[in-house]
T-cell receptor, first 112, second 115 residues
Framework: SQQGEEDPQALSIQEGENATMNCSYK?????LQWYRQNSGRGLVHLIL?????REKHSGRLRVTLDTSKKSSSLLITASRAADTASYFC????????????FGQGTILTVHP | DAMVIQNPRYQVTQFGKPVTLSCSQT?????MYWYQQKSSQAPKLLFH???????NEADTPDNFQSRRPNTSFCFLDIRSPGLGDAAMYLC??????????????FGPGTRLTVL
């Protein structure tokens, strides 16, 4: 079953603008991760936020987590054309060891 | 550099002809995963190994099998590929020391085409 739902499904912005993507999930989690996938490539881990954290930064990335609303957001500031990719949130799922369940993803296009 | 390698990057097979995709890692990670990803969809976990312990997802078709002969290598066998099995297949690893906080490291994927 789908754990993470992301919106928007697609986002198109100009270079220099900020991009915000949202993820909602259904069950209690220990942590939430964000991954990036460039077209036709594997996923790259961006950031992990634990359930006892509300906000986390990594370079131009800012992630928030609201466990009461079961939602997270990923903000990319001062976007660049190289940020064009799909972005997925992922949550620990099921009882399988280290299993992640991925959201449907947001396709971000940054126009130069 | 430590990494996850998948071969081949592109694989074309015929309907019903068995195919094997391979994955190797130099990270010495305990856990290896195989995902199927169809166009514009989320990666879907097929199965994973923790060391030699195999964990199959309940909805993974019997057509998909896996082997992990040693820590470094893991194979995905598709016994009788159908047109619906055309997809990107992603291999990933994780260290397995903190199961709920495992960052996963992905290979570049193998794009499978079924004719």
């Amino acid at each position: 079953s789908q754990q993470g739902e992301e919106d928007p499904q697609a986002l198109s912005i100009q270079e220099g603008e900020n991009a915000t993507m949202n993820c909602s999930y259904k069950t209690s989690i220990n942590n939430l991760q964000w991954y990036r996938q460039n077209s036709g490539r594997g996923l790259v881990h961006l950031i992990l936020i634990r359930s006892n954290e509300r906000e986390k930064h990594s370079g131009r990335l800012r992630v928030t987590l609201d466990t009461s609303k079961k939602s997270s957001s990923l903000l990319i500031t001062a976007s660049r054309a190289a940020d064009t990719a799909s972005y997925f949130c992922a949550t620990p799922g099921g009882t399988s060891y280290g299993k992640l369940t991925f959201g449907q993803g947001t396709i971000l296009t940054v126009h130069p | 550099d430590a990494m996850v390698i998948q071969n081949p990057r592109y694989q074309v097979t015929q309907f019903g002809k068995p195919v094997t995709l391979s994955c190797s890692q130099t990270l010495n990670h305990n856990v290896m995963y195989w995902y199927q990803q169809k166009s514009s969809q989320a990666p879907k976990l097929l199965f994973h190994y923790y060391d030699k312990d195999f964990n199959n997802e309940a909805d993974t078709p019997d057509n998909f099998q896996s082997r992990r002969p040693n820590t470094s290598f893991c194979f995905l066998d598709i016994r009788s590929p159908g047109l619906g099995d055309a997809a990107m297949y992603l291999c990933a690893t994780s260290a397995g020391r903190r199961p709920l906080e495992n960052e996963q490291f992905f290979g570049p994927g193998t794009r499978l085409t079924v004719l």
